[in-house]
């Protein structure tokens, strides 16, 4: 089966992992620095907090904001769950705001209607989290806007989207945002085997997700409440949890971040080749903005209404030759927990629209020309009239 998307292992990738495995630390050594220090000079940020994954991350960036019972957070319907599940590891209410189906991110127009229909009703959400979808960015410089306008923390969930710009400036310099997150799981553009990291530009947001990171544990005088017993002394001034990536983990995705340029050039020239190869079908092919460079995390096409074939009948019919294709992502709003909450289908139409049509085709460093053939024609053989 050719997968939608894999991850690519170097020797060098291998040398590091047992290098630090045979260190003196497995955890809580050099590596871990070293990595957030590398991605943030990557993307330009003052501040990185590697931690075991973005969902971790999602969570500690909501607690830096402040967010908590009482509050809502506004997210896509069409992103992985863990964008709107950080709201509720908080005990804060989420909300959705639909897409647009062309950028297929949410769509700044309705964010923007139902800003003004939230202040009448006095809800305004504290927190918005930014998904940018298959790795183009949302528009950053209109949500910010809002965000000055309406009084709200922009979170930019950038698990798609390490080595994207937007506007010919990296996404995850905290420009147009608070906090950027960014996945490290197998199938993103680069890996740490599970991890996830968080970047800003602030000081004071950098210091929290530091200490909710590591069970809310201090060791730094000035940050205590009582004046040390002695050298050994740490306090616990807040509560916060173990999400502490691993040295094994930052080995391996700073050996990675070495290959992130040549990594988001492979997506695209991939992407630029099905674009080339897949016009003509009845399938609507992934529209990226000419000011920004996507990073190509997903290639993901949609079948036209009227097409020989259905996406679900498509998908089955790829899957029986071979081809790994897949569903990015069933609107989250229609997820049983969500639904518990008070969603229902029908609430947000264009997600919903979008998602009956969206198949996710094979995308990946190490997909061969030959595999690439081989999609292409599976689409052509089902598809032509
Ligand atoms: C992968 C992903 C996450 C979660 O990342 P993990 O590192 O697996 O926790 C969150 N949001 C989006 C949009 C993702 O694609």
Redo the contacts with the bound molecule.
């Keep these: 089966m050719i997968p939608y998307g894999r991850q690519q292992i170097t020797d060098e990738d291998v040398a590091a992992v047992v290098a630090t495995l045979r260190s003196d630390f497995l955890t809580q050594g050099p590596q871990v620095p070293a990595f957030e220090a590398a991605v943030a000079h990557a993307v330009g940020a003052a501040h990185a907090v590697a931690v075991n994954?973005?969902?971790?991350?999602?969570h500690i960036a909501c607690l830096a904001l402040g967010l908590g019972p009482g509050d809502w957070l506004w997210t896509s319907p069409i992103?992985?769950?863990?964008?709107a599940n950080c709201a509720r590891y908080c005990g804060a209410a989420v909300d959705f705001v639909d897409i647009d189906p062309q950028t297929r991110n949410l769509s700044v127009q309705a964010l923007q209607a139902k800003l003004e229909e939230a202040e009448r009703l006095g809800r305004l959400p504290k927190v918005l989290v930014a998904?940018?979808?298959c790795g183009d960015p949302c528009d950053m410089q209109a949500l910010h806007a809002l965000a000055q306008r309406y009084g709200f923390a922009v979170v930019e969930?950038a698990?798609?989207a390490i080595g994207a710009q937007y506007r010919g400036q990296p996404v995850g310099n905290g420009r147009w945002s608070d906090i950027t997150?960014f996945?490290?799981?197998p199938?993103?553009i680069i890996t740490s085997a599970?991890?996830?990291m968080a970047l800003t530009q602030r000081a004071d947001l950098a210091e929290r997700m530091q200490l909710l990171r590591s069970h809310g544990i201090t060791r730094d005088a000035a940050a205590m409440t009582q004046s040390p017993d002695g050298p050994w002394a740490y306090e616990q001034i807040d509560l916060g949890f173990n999400y502490r990536m691993t040295e094994l983990q930052a080995a391996l995705g700073l050996s990675q971040l070495n290959r992130l340029h040549h990594y988001v050039q492979v997506r695209q020239q991939l992407a630029a080749r099905y674009d080339k190869a897949l016009a003509g079908l009845p399938l609507t092919l992934p529209w990226r903005d000419a000011r920004d460079q996507s990073a190509l995390?997903l290639y993901v096409v949609r079948v036209q209404p009227g097409a020989p074939m259905d996406r679900a009948a498509l998908f089955e019919r790829l899957r029986a030759r071979g081809i790994g294709v897949n569903v990015?992502?069933i609107p989250v709003h229609t997820q049983p927990y969500y639904r518990r909450l008070g969603f229902a289908p029908g609430d947000f139409p264009q997600a919903e629209r979008y998602y009956a049509e969206a198949l996710s085709l094979p995308l990946f460093a190490g997909l061969t020309d030959e595999q690439q053939a081989t999609v292409v024609a599976a689409l052509h053989e089902a598809l032509a009239a």
């Design positions: 994954s973005a969902t971790s991350a999602l992103t992985f769950v863990a964008s998904v940018h979808l969930d698990s798609h997150v996945s490290f799981h199938v993103k599970e991890g996830g995390h990015h992502y």
